[in-house]
């Protein structure tokens, strides 16, 4: 927090110095926030990107959970898998928008594809990671109580491996924002990272600036939010359960 | 398909069949040979035979690398040997199952779950109410000296506070019989010896049957009606001896009884033996 306030006061004397009408002050950027969120087509826009960012993160780690946990079991599945995301994985998901673009249109459903892109890689891989990890002993002790392959992976290699894949889902969540931010930059229509453009056309420097801080704070509050959630169900797993979190 | 050394056959009891009806556990010309990175064969059992009797307590006894291991995930169904077949009653087993509960050195606990979710995990599983299973668990729990802890984590107990955890877990959904795999080798000495006192204590109490796989000759000779001692490479057994020692058992009269001094003394020779006749094969 300190370091925040630090942060703005150096921006607040530095733009003072320079003098640059590309480099808004502090204060008139923190002053456009509430005409940006006091506006209704900006709300709807942001809230748009919002909606897009959940459904592609939602979908991204519904499907991408199963799949890294059952590379992570079965050497035939992650034989089959892992050249395919190898590929993927080194890619910026961005570059791909152009074909998407192109295929899907400039809508909602090509940017949702690009976040889902963008958090499946992390979350697979690390549930793949996590489920690689689980114990043989703890297997074989749930199959001695007569739990079936497919219920020992849900009731074993899912909880055992979970501290990794919330590790993944966390990397997923920031990835989804950037993305969201990235894939409306290039296909402009709507959304939070089409105001920022805009404004940066428009010569609103402290618009361009006040969105930056806007997505920004977005950012903070959902990983913090997110870290909270993960702490409490992996808190089995944490070496000191009274140990302070960050963020809270 | 394996290349069993003839020699092999002179160490081996023959599967005795005479009380048929007592016989829990058969164990018949099982050879396991797993392939190393170098496309080598590695025999880790040969030509292994054993029966076991209901109700015995049993050691399978020898240096790290005999295959006694693998012999107990074989029996466990964990691992399927490459010829021969274990029964169990009769019955060939194809694969893990309730009536054999494994206890593993490494614990294998459910870290998510508290010492009383680990406990109640089977006999949920075998679809035993709630309200009834923890009852039982509780009970379990307190038997292996663990009242007070039932909230805990795994991550916050002792060594040897998780192997008595693992204990009441596997005992929790009443397996006909316990599979020890060194189960106190990842213990200190201090440990060891008070889990293998309340080990003894639980058991002599309902005497399952009990394959207890170990390293230590005192271990298997304090505990056992029966041990099986093993040699390595390739992994066959060497001698069968019954410990005939008065039960129960208690330590501090047991150590200064000749009778389990000379059962330590002889099998220790036997190892030493073996040893100096240099590796088979």
């Known amino acids: ?248 | 398909m394996t290349a069993v050394p003839a020699r092999s056959s002179e160490w081996v009891r023959p599967v005795t069949s005479q009380e048929p009806a007592s016989v829990i556990i058969e164990i018949d010309h099982v050879s396991q040979v797993f392939q190393t990175s170098a496309r080598k064969d590695h025999v880790a059992l040969s030509d292994i035979s054993l029966s076991i009797e209901e109700g015995a307590f049993v050691s399978i006894l020898g240096p790290s690398g005999c295959g006694k291991s693998t012999l107990l995930y074989i029996v466990g169904g964990f691992v399927s040997p490459t010829s021969g077949a274990a029964r169990m009653k009769g019955q060939a087993i194809t694969g893990p199952g309730p009536d054999r509960g494994p206890v593993f050195q490494e614990f294998a606990l459910f870290p998510w779950k508290t010492v009383l979710g680990n406990v109640m995990y089977g006999p949920r599983q075998q679809g035993v109410r709630a309200a009834e299973a923890e009852a039982q668990s509780r009970a379990l729990i307190e038997m292996v000296g663990l009242k007070g802890f039932e909230n805990f984590y795994p991550k916050e107990l002792s060594g040897g506070m998780k192997q008595r955890v693992a204990l009441a877990r596997t005992l929790a959904y009443h397996p006909e019989v316990l599979l020890m795999d060194e189960p106190f080798g990842a213990l200190d000495a201090h440990t060891r010896t008070r889990l293998q006192n309340d080990l003894l204590n639980i058991w002599e109490r309902d005497r399952k049957t009990v394959l207890f796989v170990t390293h230590s000759v005192d271990e298997a000779v304090f505990l056992s009606d029966k041990v099986v001692m093993m040699s390595k490479s390739p992994g066959r057994i060497r001698e069968v001896i019954d410990i005939d020692l008065p039960r129960p058992r208690r330590r501090n009269e047991l150590l200064l009884d000749p009778r389990y001094q000379k059962y330590v003394v002889d099998i220790e020779r036997m190892f030493d033996e073996s040893d100096e006749a240099g590796p088979a094969s």
């Open chain 1, 1 to 248: 927090m300190l370091a925040c306030i630090g942060l703005l006061a150096v921006w607040q004397v530095a733009s003072l110095v320079l003098k640059n009408d590309s480099f808004p002050t502090a204060i008139e950027a923190i002053r456009a926030i509430p005409d940006i969120l006091g506006d209704k087509e900006s709300l709807i826009n942001i809230l748009a990107s919002l909606r897009r960012m959940a459904l592609g993160f939602c979908v991204a780690v519904l499907v991408s959970i199963p799949l890294g946990l059952l590379m992570g079991r079965s050497r035939s599945v992650a034989a089959f898998f892992n050249p395919l995301l190898m590929v993927i994985y080194p890619v910026p998901k961005a570059a791909l928008m152009p074909i998407i673009m192109l295929w899907l249109g400039v809508g909602d459903v090509t940017k949702t594809l690009v976040i889902f892109l963008g958090v499946s890689l992390p979350v697979i891989y690390h549930s793949f990671e996590g489920a690689k990890a689980v114990e043989e002993k703890m297997l074989w002790s749930g199959a001695a109580m007569g739990l079936s392959p497919a219920q020992r992976l849900v009731r074993i290699v899912l909880p055992a491996a979970l501290p990794e894949i919330l590790t993944g889902c966390r990397t997923g969540l920031v990835l989804a924002l950037i993305t969201m931010i990235t894939s409306e930059m290039i296909a402009r229509q709507s959304g939070a990272g089409n105001i920022l453009f805009n404004a940066l056309d428009m010569g609103q420097y402290d618009t361009v600036f006040a969105m930056i801080i806007i997505v920004g704070a977005m950012g903070i509050c959902f990983d913090a939010i997110f870290e909270r959630v993960r702490a409490r169900l992996v808190r089995w797993s944490e070496p000191q359960f009274d140990l302070p979190l960050s963020f809270s």
